[in-house]
């Protein structure tokens, strides 16, 4: 794990246990801050597994590869590092997002989501 990322990441941790001692004990925020919790899990796991940005250009010898995966992710063995640290970074995305659109209701904000819409 590259030293400044673990230590990005470390710091995050830190920030959000503080964060989960001082706020009010209400439900909206545990919730909300629950999915930060997962996001932190999935971006420290990806980072743990090597996660690299792929390019956005489709490639054409990766689909064959997702159908052995469909096999594979029921098993209990290992899948693909580079596909599961994938999976982690993504699940943190969407965590993260699910998170930023929850922080507006909960402070009862004009905009209702992240996208500035509703």
Do not use: C
């Not at 969407?94 to 998170?99: E, M, P, S």
């Amino acid at each position: 794990m590259s030293k400044k990322i673990a230590e990005q990441l470390d710091e995050f941790g830190r920030l959000l246990h503080t964060l989960f001692i001082e706020l009010p004990d209400h439900p909206a925020i545990t919730d909300t801050f629950d999915y930060v919790l997962g996001a932190l899990h999935g971006l420290v796991q990806a980072h743990r597994l090597g996660f690299r940005d792929r390019s956005t250009q489709y490639v054409a010898v990766y689909r064959p590869h997702l159908a052995n995966y469909a096999l594979e992710v029921s098993k209990t063995g290992p899948l693909d590092t580079v596909w599961t640290a994938g999976y982690h970074f993504n699940s943190g995305i969407q965590r993260l997002a699910a998170a930023f659109d929850r922080i507006p209701r909960m402070l009862d904000a004009k905009m209702k989501n992240a996208s500035g819409v509703g």
